[in-house]
Nanobody, 122 residues
Framework: QVQLVESGGGLVQPGGSLRLSCAAS????????MAWYRQAPGKQRERVAY????????HYAESVKGRFTISTGSAKRTVDLQMNSLKTEDTAVYYC???????????????WGQGTQVTVSS
């Protein structure tokens, strides 16, 4: 019932910047978070960053800390990922993720976007 749509992927040179956006829609409860994951060829999917509903809590993978910034968008239930100082190692398909639960007594339920390709190359 939850749909996620990513945008902003593309080709960028090393050292360049790119901004990804994700918009969520559907039956979204009060308790939720949004995150960005990525998966490179031959690698497992890894979490890049996440942000809580109100934007008060963020977390970054060590590999991107200081270079990437996750933030809520101008519209409700949107999330952006500003990527600076991009490296070739950042090349991957980036996925938007939303986790939610009805109450504190429930487990988190995850939803995923289709992914957007980010390629860092000279």
């Amino acid at each position: 019932q939850v749909q996620l749509v990513e945008s902003g992927g593309g080709l960028v040179q090393p050292g360049g910047s790119l901004r990804l956006s994700c918009a969520a829609s559907g039956s979204i409860f009060d308790l939720y978070y949004m995150a960005w994951y990525r998966q490179a060829p031959g690698k497992q999917r890894e979490r890049v960053a996440y942000i809580t509903r109100g934007g008060g809590t963020t977390h970054y993978a060590e590999s991107v800390k200081g270079r990437f910034t996750i933030s809520t968008g101008s519209a409700k239930r949107t999330v952006d990922l500003q990527m600076n100082s991009l490296k070739t190692e950042d090349t991957a398909v980036y996925y938007c993720n939303l986790g939610q639960r009805r109450s504190l007594a429930d487990d988190w339920r995850d939803y995923w976007g289709q992914g957007t390709q980010v390629t860092v190359s000279s």
